[in-house]
């Protein structure tokens, strides 16, 4: 009968933490370069062009609004 194939090893048992170390190593690096950056917040809206901040409705098509008299 031979030996017990379940255990490795002195050498093959190296070589499987070397290789799980590598592994490691590289996971974390894949997980670190594939992390993105969060996107900044979105600016507030601009202000529409002919409204005042109390808020008054807009010039119409920029022609002079008729005077009452």
Do not use: D, F
Request: charged letters at 15%.
């Amino acid at each position: 009968m031979s030996s017990n194939p379940l255990r490795p090893s002195g050498r093959s048992r190296y070589r499987l933490l070397a290789a799980a170390a590598v592994a490691a190593a590289g996971g974390t690096a894949w997980l670190v370069r594939s992390k993105r950056p969060q996107p900044p917040e979105p600016a507030p809206a601009p202000p529409r062009i002919g409204q005042s901040r109390q808020g008054a409705a807009p010039a119409t098509n920029g022609a002079a609004a008729p005077t009452e008299s």
